[in-house]
């Protein structure tokens, strides 16, 4: 079992940033890629951005390219998630999750945080 917190939400204005945080415990936090996903109010939840085991590869949705950073800090088992240049459309609860092999669907990871809520005002 991985347990997962996040941590680093909250209101921001349009613009700004803030850098998520997600705590793993449990197995080896070096073996599991990593990556962050979020739910607006009656959407689907969604890919954001994932990265792999080793932190050499990473992966982004068109929509938060180039604004969206997502990188690992393993002697932390802690992965972390800065977003600069927020819109109004981020606001969403953002969701850690880890899986074995690096995906970008919901369904490829096996170990889900609570969620951590991220409101960005216009």
């Known amino acids: 079992q991985v347990q997962l917190v996040e941590s680093g939400g909250g209101l921001v204005q349009a613009g700004g940033s803030l850098r998520l945080s997600c705590a793993a415990s449990g197995r080896t936090f070096s073996n599991y890629a990593m990556a962050w996903f979020r739910q607006a109010p009656g959407k689907e939840r969604e890919f954001v951005a994932a990265?792999?085991?080793?932190?050499?590869?990473?992966y982004y949705a068109d929509s938060v390219k180039g604004r969206f950073t997502i990188s690992r800090d393993d002697a932390k088992n802690t992965v972390y998630l800065q977003m600069n240049g927020l819109k109004p459309e981020d606001t969403a609860v953002y969701y850690c999750?880890?899986?074995?092999?690096?995906?970008?669907?919901?369904?490829?990871?096996?170990?889900w945080g609570q969620g951590t809520q991220v409101t960005v005002s216009s």
């Open positions: 999750a880890a899986t074995v092999r690096v995906g970008v669907v919901a369904y490829e990871y096996d170990y």
């Open positions: 990265i792999n085991w080793s932190g050499g590869s990473t």
